[in-house]
């Protein structure tokens, strides 16, 4: 998926998961740990290598995770 579809997906998941409910997220894919500012990033479908515009950073992940009960 691209990082549009990641994001939108775990937003409309805040919206739907409840407390009674799991969540399991897995990533096999590739992704690029960033020494200088100890930052992660998935590298969706759309990404590139040398644009990191379209990297999901484990920042943003936690972001929208933090918002699923």
């Known amino acids: 998926p691209t990082r549009r579809d990641i ?7 805040r919206s739907t998961i409840t407390s009674n ?12 740990w960033d020494k200088s500012i100890e930052q992660g990033y998935w590298w969706p479908s759309d990404a590139g290598k040398n644009d990191p515009s379209f990297w999901l950073s484990n920042s943003d992940l936690r972001e929208q995770l933090r918002g699923i009960r």
């Open 21 to 32: 409910d799991n969540l399991l997220i897995f990533f096999a894919g590739h992704g690029f």
């Open 7 to 13: 994001l939108s997906e775990l937003i409309r998941m």
